[in-house]
């Protein structure tokens, strides 16, 4: 039970830390999204729905861009997911390395 606590008190921090990256990374994927809604011609939610699904390269595939720039765009959106999802995971592993340490 210590290492629960420890792991989401440190976790806890290291987001809070990192949280100013954290949220530019999902504006820039937003702004981007909603460049390719303008384009694509989708409304407003869809298109915040489609970026962030397209972020997480979860891709189900509902609404596709048709147009090249919006095509190009999307690989943005996803690489940008990726580094976004990679901070959180990186920010995990080191929280669970530091609070193994103190508890085992």
């Given at each position: 039970?210590?290492?629960?606590?420890?792991?989401?008190?440190?976790?806890?921090?290291a987001i809070y830390f990192v949280s100013p990256l954290l949220f530019a990374l999902a504006l820039?994927?937003?702004?981007?999204?909603?460049?390719?809604?303008?384009?694509?011609?989708?409304?407003?939610f869809d298109g915040f729905y489609w970026s962030f699904v397209t972020a997480t390269t979860v891709?189900?595939?509902?609404?596709?861009?048709?147009?090249?720039?919006?095509?190009?765009?999307?690989?943005?959106?996803?690489?940008?997911?990726?580094?976004?999802?990679?901070?959180?995971?990186?920010?995990?592993?080191?929280?669970?390395?530091?609070?193994?340490?103190?508890?085992?």
């Open positions: 039970m210590e290492f629960v606590l420890a792991f989401i008190n440190l976790f806890g921090w820039i994927i937003l702004i981007l999204g909603q460049i390719v809604t303008f384009l694509e011609k989708w409304n407003k891709g189900y595939g509902d609404l596709r861009p048709e147009k090249r720039l919006s095509k190009i765009i999307s690989v943005f959106i996803a690489l940008t997911g990726i580094i976004l999802t990679g901070i959180i995971l990186a920010a995990a592993v080191k929280t669970v390395s530091i609070s193994l340490e103190t508890h085992l």
